[in-house]
């Protein structure tokens, strides 16, 4: 009797001990460890079937390049689901922020699969590995999965990683779980730093899978990602031009062959002023004008008064200063760009949508969050959708304001015979077409200045979009879609890429791009969509999006009212502002740059 009421008290004690440590990860004991180029150590595992890709007999792989002493980066690579994945090409995606994480692009948008309210993986019939081999990558270092040291931690109301004692969470502590220490250190803090963290971890992963990174190298991006591409890979043609020439013995040429950007931040003296262009008369496509007259001229002068933020970025660009890039910064973002956030109360990422807006679905950050998921993927700490040791680190440095010499780098890579596509989703705000349209005449490649606007064709008839093309490089503007574009318009996101990768035009891919071609058209993109999928009322947070009628597919009440309790806490940490507490914490996530531009 008393042992067996012993048994009882160790048994309850074994289960409380057991709840309050299940909230951290323990390191994976599972992985291989091989060594990349440079003799870079990776760390991997062999991915089960139907954790994401449900197609059998194709492979996933997922673990870490160990750039630096604490600079851990994850990646998770898909094999390329029609082809013979060792004749395939390679694409690496990588999510903007700074400090947001890969996995947005892999399960909201263009990876094999999606998580559903329910938890629940569904097949993606779009995804990229479709037509080539897919490596996502968290970086920089603390990003995603990523990591710098693993410690046990709790994240505190203004947002810190809080380092605890011990794998014990206190009562006072909510999101409990393993983090990466948070040292600015171990990181990188500019777009410049992080290209050669990149590069590394491009030559740990081919180093160690020479069967997947045989032929041509491409590298998709978004948002952030305007910042990141150019300058990325106009260091791996550096980088390979030292190669040839003897130097950098160990390390692998990489075959850089396209370069893919979606709603880009390139230039921020453009970009903010697009912010204006884009809410006042003709702006955006769809009618949509969220202010009256003194709100557009509180934002006109924000913009152009003197010492504003014209100004203020003009100054950041002539003296280079990082305190003068981040004041400017932080004053463009509150007095101009977030115009848009504070009185429609619009999502910037997709103009259509009222705050907060359930697209592209977030619920595969709680499926990243199970034991089950860890543990497959060999993940080291929790993961978290965007980190903001790494945003801070960026901040301070002021390189969201800065142009970061990306149209030099963009011309630069047209010219070295490397196809560039910007592509823009035309309801995003946040790095909205206007600017990138902009920006895609800066560049100034051969030819681009009299190429015209012509429809894309597609399998399914429907025209998505527009493109301006002159040889290797285009501008492209899809209609009805947000910033993430494979999620809103996934058959022309995949058509697109697919004609893109194998050097053929985005206008219907039947015309190879190397022989003096050009898209003919109007010089204009003139479409407009009109306000017939501009939404009035906030969105159930359990509702579907539909791509046939770009709108959420019409919900039930009772779905809406189940939803609305079940699923309120989650997205309180998030990037809404369902009220006014989590209101304050976006502003102080989106100052602070986190996920500001994922
Ligand atoms: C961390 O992951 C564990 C599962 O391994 C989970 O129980 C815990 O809730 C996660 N913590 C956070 C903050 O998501
Ligand atoms: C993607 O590939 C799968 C077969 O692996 C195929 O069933 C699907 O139709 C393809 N998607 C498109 C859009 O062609
Ligand atoms: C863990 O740390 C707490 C302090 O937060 C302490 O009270 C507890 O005894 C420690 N537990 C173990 C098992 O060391
Ligand atoms: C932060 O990172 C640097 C570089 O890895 C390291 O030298 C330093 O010890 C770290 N600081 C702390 C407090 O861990
Ligand atoms: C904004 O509109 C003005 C006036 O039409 C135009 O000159 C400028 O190029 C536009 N800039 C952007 C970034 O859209
Ligand atoms: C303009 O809009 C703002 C914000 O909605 C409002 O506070 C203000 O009263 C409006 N002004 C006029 C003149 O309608
Ligand atoms: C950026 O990181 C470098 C290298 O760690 C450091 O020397 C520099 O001070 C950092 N810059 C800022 C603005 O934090
Ligand atoms: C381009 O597509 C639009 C529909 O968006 C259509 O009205 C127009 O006729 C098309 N233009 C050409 C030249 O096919
Ligand atoms: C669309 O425009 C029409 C005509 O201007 C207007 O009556 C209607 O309210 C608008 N609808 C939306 C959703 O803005
Ligand atoms: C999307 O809308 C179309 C047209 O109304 C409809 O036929 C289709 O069933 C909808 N798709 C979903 C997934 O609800
Ligand atoms: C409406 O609610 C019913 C019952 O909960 C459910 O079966 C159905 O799928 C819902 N329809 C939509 C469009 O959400």
Known sequence: MVLSMKSTAVSALAVLLSTASAQFVPAPTDLTSTKGFLDLSVRYKEVPEGICELT????????????????????????????????????????????????????????????????????????????????????????????????????????????????TCPDYAVDCGTYSYPNA????????????????????????????????????????????????????????????????????????????????????????????????????????????????????????????????????????????????????????????????DRDEYDVRELQPDPFPYEFFVDYLNTPKVQQAIGAYVNYSESSSTVSTAFVTSGDDDRESGTIEDVRKLVEQGVYVVQYAGDADYNCNWLGGQVVSELVEAPGFGTAGYTNITTPDGIVHGQVKQSGNFAFVRVYQSGHEVPFYQPVVALEMFERAIRGKDVADGKHSVWHGYKSVGTPESTYREGNATVQLEVMDPLATYNTTTNAPNPSNSTSTKRSLEGVRSKRSKKLFKPDPATQEARRKFIRTGSGGRA
Not at 71 to 83: L, Y
Not at 95 to 119: K, R
Request: proline fraction near 7%.
């Open 185 to 344: 250190s171990d990181t990188a803090n500019t777009t410049a730093n992080a290209a050669p963290s990149m590069w590394r971890t491009l030559q740990g992963f081919m180093g160690a899978f020479p069967q997947y990174s045989r032929n041509e190298f491409n590298f998709a991006t978004e948002s952030y990602g305007g910042h990141y591409g150019p300058v990325f890979n106009e260091y791996i043609e550096t980088q390979n031009a030292l190669i040839k020439k003897g130097e950098l013995p160990g390390a692998h040429h990489i075959k850089l062959q396209t370069v893919l950007i979606g709603n880009g931040w390139y230039d921020p003296l453009v970009q903010y002023q697009a912010y204006y262009n884009f809410t006042v008369f003709p702006g955006n496509t769809y009618d949509y004008s969220p202010f009256n007259q003194s709100i557009q001229d509180m934002m006109y002068n924000s913009l152009y008064g003197p010492g504003n933020c014209y100004d203020m970025t003009v100054d950041c660009y002539t003296t280079g200063l990082n305190d003068i890039c981040s004041a400017a910064d932080n004053f463009c973002y509150l007095e101009v760009e977030a115009v848009l956030d504070n009185i429609p």
């Open 56 to 167: 059998p007999g194709v492979k996933s792989y997922s673990g870490y390049v160990d750039i630096e002493e604490e600079q851990h980066i994850f990646w998770w690579f898909f094999e390329s689901r029609n082809q013979d994945p060792h004749d395939a090409p390679l694409t690496v995606w990588i999510n903007g922020g700074p400090g947001s994480s890969s996995m947005i692009g892999l399960f909201q948008e263009l990876g094999p699969c999606g998580v559903d309210s329910n938890g629940e993986v569904y097949y993606n019939p779009y995804a990229w590995n479709n037509a080539s081999n897919m490596l996502f990558i968290d970086h920089p270092a603390q990003v995603g999965f990523s990591y710098s040291v693993p410690v046990s931690a709790y994240e505190s109301s203004s947002g810190d990683i809080v380092q605890l004692p011990n794998a």
